[in-house]
C-alpha cells in the first residue's frame, strides 16, 4: 500500500506579523513530501474550520507576539469541541518561553517549535507524530 | 528636479570629474603592486594565494569577498575632497556634523510598548529616569494592524508585542507628564494608514495639553515596505493608495510639525525578514526617491522637503561591512540628492539614521550571548556615525525585554558613550584601505540594486508586481537553510554547542487586566462622545480618501471627534478597496 502523504494545515496565529519562520517550515515540510496548505493570519475558530474544510493531519500555528498561551489554548478547546482534536497533531511554533511551552503541552499541544529548532527535527517529529495517530 | 529623466547610473557617473586629485600618485602604486605581487609569491603560502578572496558567512550580511589584506591598489582613484571629505561636509561620507558626537552624542532610544497605555507610561518614566535621551513607542498586535481592543479578531492579543492604543483618550495617557516639549519621541507606526490614524491621535492629545505643533520633536515610521511586503496580516489596502498615504503624512507632517521627521524609510524590518544588508539600503532608498519626487509634482520645494528625511537600518554581525554601509549610505544620499533632485541646501543631502542591532542574529540558546553579540553591533553602528542607536535586548528570543534586560541595553549603550572614548574622534575607520574598499563596494551595488528597480518602473511597481515579495522570499529560504547547516555559524547554535543544562532567565509576562480595562474605555468612550460629530468625522475623511486631497487634516478631525482606529481603518477599506498581496509560497 502507498504511504499516505501527510496534510498539513499552517497558519499565523491571530495578527502576529512575523512570518519568515513559518514560510521556512511550510517549505521544508513540502519538499519533504507533505501537503502544506498556509492560510495566513487566522483566528482560532477560522483555523478549526479550515482544518475540517481540508481534512488536515497536522494543524500547525505561528506566533512570536506573545499571544500564544490565550489563543493556543482556544484552539485547542475549540478542536476538542468540534471532535477533531484526538484524530489530529497540533504543533506550534514562535517565541515561546520555557513555563508556556509546558502549560501548552498540559493544554494538548503535541509538539512547541522555538527559535533554533532545525527543520529536519520539525520534518521527523511530524512523520513520527502522526504514525501514532 | 534637476535631473529628473536620466536614469540613476548615468546621473552618477556624470558628477563632474574636473579637479580630481587622487590620494596615492601613480609611480608609488606601481610600486606599491610590484611589491605586492612579490610579497604574494614570496610570503604567502598557496593555500593563502588561492583562497585570496573569502565571502564571510554572516547573517544578512553583504556577501562581499573580502581580500586577504587591504593596501592602497584597492583604492586607487579615492580623491579625499571628491569622495570623503571632512565631517559636514559634501559627500558627507564621514558624517554629516562637523564635530560629530562630541557635539551631539548619539540618541539613547530604546523601544517600549506592552499592556495598556498607563503600563507602558510607568515603563517610559522609568527609561527616562534611567538615563534614556529619546522615547521611542511600539504598538500592539491590534493597534498595529488597525483593529481595535474590542474587535473580535484582537482577541487575546490586547497589550501584547506592544502597547493597546484605540483612541485620542489612550494617547493622552500614554504621554501623561512626560515633557513632549523636551523629549523626542519615535512613534513606531510602521504603515503609512496607521500613521495616519495614530500620529493624529497623537497630535490631538498634544493639543488637549496646550502644546502647540512647533514644540513637538520626534519621527513616526510612515513606510510602505512595512505595510506592504514586510508584516503577514490579514487585510491589506493596495500600494498605490498606501504610498498616497505615506506621501499625505509626510506632506502635512511636514507643513504643519516643523520639528518633525516625517518619515522614517525603514530598512531595519525588511532586512530582518530577509535582504542582504546592500537590498535593504536600496529599497529604503527607492522609496525615498519615489516619495521625493512624488511631494515634488505637489509642487513642494525639494529643500522644505528633503530636510526632514531619516533612514532606520538593522546593524548586524559583519563588523567592518556595517560601519563601511552607513558611510556608504551617507555618501549616496548625498551624491542622490544633490545630482538627482539638484537639492541646495546641504542639510537635504543628510542621510540621518536611527539604528538597531539586529533582532534576528539573537538566539534562544544561551542568549546572555546575545549582549555580546548586541554589544559588537551597537560599536559598529556609531563608528558608522549613526545618529541614534536601540541596542536588541538578550531575552528577546522569549518574549519583550523585562525591565532589567531593557536597562542593560540602555546600559551598553552608555558603556560605549561614556567609557570607551570611540566617541571624541570622528569617524575613526576612515582611510583605512580595507573600510574605504568596502565603503566603495557598498555603494556600487546599492546603485546597482536601485538601478534594478528603476528598470521596472520604480518602488511602487516593484512591490505591486510582486518583484520585492519574491526577492525577499527566495533570500530566506536560502539564508535560513545556511543557518541551519552552519554555513553561517551561530555560536551556541550550530558550533560551539555546551550541551549543558540552561539556567532559566527571567522572562516578561504581559500585565493582567490590559484586555479588559481597554474594553471599559472604548465602551467609556462611545457612551460619552457625541456620536452625531464622530459619524460626521468619518464621513468627510471617506470623501476625502475619495478626492485628492491631503487626507491627514481629515483624521485629525476623526481623533478629536473619538474615533477609534478600527473606526478609521474601515473608512479606508471601505474608500480604497483590498488588495491580495502576491503569494511567495
Redesign the interface.
Given at each position: 500500500m502507498m504511504k499516505k502523504t501527510i496534510k498539513v494545515l499552517l497558519a499565523?496565529l491571530?495578527?502576529?506579523?512575523?512570518?519568515?519562520g513559518v514560510?521556512?517550515v511550510?517549505?521544508n515540510l513540502r519538499d519533504a513530501g507533505m501537503e502544506?496548505i498556509?492560510i495566513?493570519?487566522?483566528?482560532p475558530q477560522q483555523i478549526i474550520n479550515s482544518a475540517i474544510q481540508e481534512d488536515a493531519d497536522v494543524v500547525g500555528v505561528s506566533s512570536l507576539?506573545?499571544?500564544h498561551l490565550?489563543?493556543g489554548e482556544?484552539l485547542i478547546s475549540l478542536a476538542k469541541k468540534e471532535h477533531i482534536k484526538e484524530d489530529r497533531i497540533y504543533l506550534m511554533g514562535g517565541?515561546?518561553?520555557?513555563?508556556d511551552m509546558k502549560k501548552l503541552e498540559r493544554a494538548g499541544f503535541d509538539a512547541i517549535f522555538?527559535?533554533?529548532a532545525?527543520?529536519?527535527e520539525i520534518v521527523s517529529s511530524i512523520e513520527n507524530l502522526v504514525k501514532e495517530l | 528636479m534637476a535631473e529628473g529623466k536620466k536614469t540613476l547610473k548615468e546621473i552618477i557617473n556624470k558628477i563632474p570629474q574636473d579637479k580630481r586629485q587622487t590620494l596615492f600618485d601613480g609611480k608609488a602604486l606601481d610600486l606599491i603592486k610590484e611589491g605586492t605581487i612579490k610579497w604574494k609569491e614570496e610570503s604567502l603560502k598557496e593555500g593563502d594565494r588561492k583562497n585570496w578572496k573569502v565571502t564571510p558567512g554572516t547573517t544578512l550580511g553583504s556577501e562581499i569577498p573580502r581580500n586577504l589584506i587591504y593596501t592602497p591598489l584597492d583604492t586607487p582613484d579615492l580623491d579625499y575632497r571628491r569622495d570623503l571629505g571632512n565631517s559636514g561636509q559634501e559627500p558627507f561620507t564621514r558624517g554629516v556634523h562637523p564635530n560629530m558626537y562630541r557635539g551631539k552624542k548619539f540618541t539613547m532610544r530604546q523601544i517600549n510598548g506592552f499592556g495598556g497605555p498607563e503600563d507602558t507610561n510607568k515603563r517610559l518614566k522609568f527609561m527616562l529616569d534611567s538615563g534614556a535621551t529619546g522615547l521611542s513607542v511600539i504598538f500592539d498586535?491590534?493597534t498595529?494592524?488597525m483593529?481595535d481592543s474590542d474587535d473580535?479578531?484582537?482577541?487575546?492579543?490586547v497589550g501584547?508585542?506592544g502597547v493597546a492604543i484605540d483612541s485620542t483618550r489612550d494617547m493622552e495617557i500614554l504621554f501623561d507628564a512626560i515633557p513632549l516639549e523636551e523629549v523626542t519621541v519615535s512613534i513606531v507606526t510602521h504603515f503609512p494608514s496607521n500613521t495616519a490614524i495614530l500620529f493624529p491621535m497623537f497630535l490631538a492629545a498634544a493639543e488637549k495639553r496646550g502644546i502647540s505643533f512647533d514644540r513637538l520633536g520626534g519621527t513616526v515610521q510612515n513606510d510602505t515596505t512595512m505595510e506592504e511586503v514586510?508584516?503577514?496580516?490579514?487585510e491589506y489596502l493596495p500600494p498605490k493608495d498606501v504610498f498616497r498615504i505615506q506621501c499625505d503624512n509626510n506632506e502635512y507632517i511636514r507643513q504643519n510639525i516643523p520639528r518633525w521627521n516625517f518619515t522614517t524609510f525603514n530598512g531595519y524590518n525588511l532586512r530582518e525578514?530577509?535582504t542582504s544588508s546592500v537590498t535593504e539600503i536600496a529599497i529604503a532608498f527607492a522609496n525615498a526617491m519615489e516619495t521625493l519626487e512624488n511631494l515634488s509634482s505637489r509642487g513642494h520645494d525639494i529643500d522644505f522637503i528633503a530636510k526632514r528625511l531619516a533612514f532606520f537600518w538593522s546593524i548586524s554581525n559583519d563588523f567592518f561591512d556595517e560601519a563601511a554601509r552607513i558611510r556608504a549610505a551617507r555618501r549616496l544620499w548625498s551624491r542622490i540628492m544633490k545630482y538627482k533632485f539638484g537639492a541646495k541646501d546641504p542639510r537635504s543631502q543628510w542621510m540621518r539614521c536611527h539604528v538597531q542591532t539586529s533582532g534576528l542574529t539573537l538566539?534562544?540558546?544561551e542568549p546572555l550571548n546575545n549582549i555580546v553579540r548586541a554589544s559588537y553591533q551597537a560599536l559598529a553602528s556609531v563608528l558608522g556615525g549613526a545618529q541614534s542607536l536601540h541596542v536588541s535586548s538578550y531575552d528577546?528570543?522569549?518574549?519583550?525585554p523585562t525591565e532589567e534586560a531593557a536597562l542593560l541595553s540602555l546600559r551598553t549603550q552608555q558603556i560605549i558613550q561614556a567609557e570607551t572614548a570611540v566617541t571624541e574622534v570622528v569617524d575613526p575607520l576612515g582611510g583605512s584601505y580595507y573600510v574605504e574598499a568596502l565603503t566603495d563596494e557598498i555603494e556600487k551595488r546599492i546603485i546597482d540594486e536601485l538601478s534594478q528597480i528603476e528598470a521596472q518602473g520604480g518602488y511602487v511597481k516593484a512591490i505591486e508586481r510582486g518583484w520585492l515579495h519574491r526577492k525577499v522570499?527566495t533570500y530566506?529560504?536560502t539564508e535560513?537553510a545556511k543557518m541551519?547547516s552552519g554555513e553561517i555559524p551561530i555560536v551556541g547554535?550550530n558550533c560551539y554547542k555546551s550541551g549543558r543544562k540552561e539556567a532559566?532567565i527571567d522572562?516578561f509576562s504581559?500585565p493582567e487586566e490590559a484586555e479588559k480595562r481597554q474594553l471599559d474605555k472604548l465602551a467609556r468612550l462611545k457612551d460619552e462622545r457625541d456620536s452625531k460629530k464622530a459619524q460626521r468625522a468619518l464621513k468627510t475623511l471617506e470623501d476625502a480618501c475619495k478626492s485628492d486631497t491631503n487626507i491627514v487634516p481629515y483624521s485629525l478631525e476623526c481623533a478629536r471627534a473619538g474615533c477609534s482606529e478600527g473606526e478609521i481603518f474601515k473608512v479606508f477599506k471601505s474608500a480604497y478597496g483590498l488588495w491580495n498581496p502576491p503569494e511567495?509560497?
Open positions: 499565523k491571530g495578527l502576529d506579523i512575523h512570518n519568515r514560510l521556512f511550510a517549505k502544506v498556509y495566513g493570519n487566522s483566528t507576539g506573545g499571544a490565550i489563543l482556544k517565541a515561546v518561553p520555557e513555563e522555538t527559535s533554533g532545525a527543520s529536519k | 498586535l491590534p498595529t494592524q483593529y473580535p479578531i484582537s482577541s487575546g492579543q501584547t508585542s514586510v508584516r503577514s496580516g490579514p525578514f530577509g538566539t534562544r540558546q528577546e528570543a522569549y518574549a519583550v522570499a530566506f529560504q535560513q541551519e547554535l532559566p522572562v504581559y511567495v509560497f
